[in-house]
């Protein structure tokens, strides 16, 4: 049984990132890159015509109100996922169908995340098992996993805590042991699912 196509478009102002992001998906069996372009009038234009699955949206330097963007009735209603690359964190931060990634995010997460691998493969979270496993967490990483799930870089994380980066892919690398996460992305979605109790353990 064949799958279904994923339908892809990617929204830039820089050829650079569109051609490297390209290269990175159109390769990958099942998927399929059915706009590409850069500016609001190109989104909505592919939004309408094309009805992509995802929009990666370049936002670096915050040139779209993704606030207004995901309230917009198209996104809402039309069930696209949007992919916002970011170095400023948690823009549009809890909506369903936002994933916020930055410049530390593997080209492998990212074909992760358009495959829907949380939905595939669900991180730990969804039962009452992780609760116990916080317990092992110590206070610098609960807000290490609260920075990541908002989205933060590593070098942002160094910042707000006053500490090394090399201190912190440590605390890092350590979470990971503690929660069996294999990468940055599983870490995220796990940070968003249980942001209750972390919070409770800062």
């Known amino acids: ?3 279904k196509e994923i ?43 094309d009805r992509p699955d995802y929009i990666f949206l370049d936002n670096r330097e915050s040139a779209y109100d993704i606030e207004k963007i995901m309230r917009s009735g198209a996104i809402k209603t039309s069930g696209i996922r949007v992919i916002q690359f970011t170095q400023k964190g948690a823009a549009g931060e809890g909506r369903p169908n936002l994933i ?16 829907k691998e949380a939905s595939e493969n669900p991180v730990p979270g969804d039962n009452k098992t992780d609760e116990p496993k916080l317990s092992k967490i110590t206070k610098a990483e ?4 609260k920075l990541i799930a908002a989205g933060e870089s590593n070098k942002d994380i160094a910042e707000k805590l006053s500490v090394s980066e090399k201190t912190v892919k440590a605390h890092i690398t350590s979470i990971f042991e503690k929660l069996h996460l ?10 968003k699912r249980m942001k209750k109790n972390i919070e409770v353990n800062l």
């Open 182 to 191: 294999q990468n940055r992305y599983q870490l995220m979605l796990y940070g």
């Open 7 to 49: 339908r892809i478009a990617l929204i830039s102002d820089s050829n650079l990132i569109l051609n490297g992001i390209r290269k990175i998906l159109e390769f990958e069996p099942g998927m399929i890159i059915v706009a590409e372009g850069s500016g609001l009038r190109k989104l909505k234009d592919c939004v309408r015509a």
């Open 142 to 145: 609960s807000r290490i996993i």
């Open 100 to 115: 916020n990634v930055n410049h530390e995010t593997t080209s492998t997460e990212l074909v992760s995340i358009v495959k």
């Open 1 to 3: 049984m064949a799958h």
